[in-house]
């Protein structure tokens, strides 16, 4: 989630990093940037194997639209839920996990 909120903020731009402890034994993980975001049509397809918003953009770098997916396996696999939420600006993730 780091990597690509500096991946894709712009030079000078911000990254945020939230833990918070929400319900009780759950932890909430929020990372938000202010680079271009996600469009809402994309939200739904992120989290899956080879899926790339910018397919131009993508081939440049060589990458192969799999960091969102790992991410969401390895949060899967300790119990927990990633998620992309609605953002005034750039992109806005949430993990929740158990804090045991």
Request: proline content about 6%; aromatic content about 6%.
């Amino acid at each position: 989630m780091l990597q690509n909120a500096v991946k894709y903020s712009p030079d000078g731009g911000s990254i945020t990093v939230v833990v918070a402890s929400t319900d009780p034994g759950r932890a909430t993980v929020t990372v938000s940037d202010s680079g271009p975001g996600i469009p809402p049509e994309h939200r739904t397809k992120i989290f899956d194997r080879f899926y790339r918003v910018d397919e131009a953009r993508t081939r440049e770098t060589g990458r192969a639209g799999l960091g969102l997916s790992i991410a969401n396996w390895a949060v899967q696999a300790q119990g927990g839920q990633i998620r992309v939420e609605d953002s005034e600006q750039g992109a806005k993730f949430l993990i929740e996990l158990p804090a045991e």
